[in-house]
């Protein structure tokens, strides 16, 4: 069964380049994984999903080694905005069904 | 706008009354889900939908209760037998499955008392 791995908290300064990682493994190979952002009291948000090597979208990165076995988000030059929760999400097909792995989410803290 | 909403945003209710919260969608997706969140903790899946008159339990589902009677409708109720309901409720929706693009609704957050 995969499981995912994230740290706690991470601490950062605007205008640095944030890298969060989690790890899942025993990933299958037809997994994706996802990556969301929470603000307190609202619900996640996506931010950017992927299934292997690099995507970038117009607010992250996300790198994916060729093992599969962790991910890694990438945020640059964060603001102060980007204070949040960010949970990875692994997907698993299992042939009718679907099991979703959710890490328990690091807490980013911009500071001025 | 499409979007997925929720209500009430709060709710109080005494222990031992069974709760509905409602969640809807306009986004035509084909599949919803119900998550618990609770303080500090991650998302948790109660139950979700693929498909119209169709549901599978999640990770935590014993004590709750859902129905998909139509495409933009996923109701869940917190009954009585469910120990300790207060938490943070949140509905999403994706295109279907295999997508795994979730969108979520502001969430209810419960209270029993």
């Known amino acids: 069964l995969a499981k995912t791995t994230q740290p706690i908290s991470m601490d950062s300064y605007e205008g640095q380049e944030v890298n969060i990682t989690c790890s899942h493994n025993?990933?299958?190979?037809?997994?994706?994984i996802t990556w969301y952002q929470q603000f307190p009291s609202q619900g996640p948000r996506f931010i950017i999903q992927?299934?292997?090597?690099?995507v970038t979208n117009e607010v992250a990165s996300l790198f994916i080694p060729a093992d599969r076995k962790s991910s890694t988000l990438s945020l640059p030059r964060v603001s102060l905005s980007d204070t949040a929760v960010y949970y990875c999400l692994v997907g698993v097909n299992a042939g009718n069904n679907r099991k979703l792995i959710w890490g328990l989410g690091t807490s980013l803290a911009v500071n001025p | 706008d499409g979007g997925i909403t929720q209500s009430p945003k709060y709710l109080f209710r005494k222990e031992g009354q069974n709760v509905t919260l409602s969640c809807e969608q306009n986004l035509n997706h084909d599949a919803m889900y119900w998550y618990r969140q609770d303080p500090g903790q991650g998302l948790r899946l109660i139950y979700y939908?693929?498909?119209?008159?169709?549901?599978q339990k999640g990770d935590i589902a014993e004590g709750y209760s859902v129905s998909r009677e139509k495409k933009e409708s996923f109701p869940l109720t917190v009954t009585s037998a469910q120990k300790n309901p207060t938490a943070f409720y949140l509905c999403?929706?994706?295109?279907?499955?295999?997508?795994?693009?979730?969108?979520f609704g502001p969430g209810t957050r419960l209270t029993v008392t």
């Open positions: 939908s693929q498909i119209v008159n169709d549901f």
């Open positions: 025993n990933i299958a190979t037809n997994d994706y």
């Open positions: 999403a929706s994706s295109m279907g499955p295999g997508t795994y693009e979730q969108y």
């Open positions: 992927g299934y292997k090597t690099k």
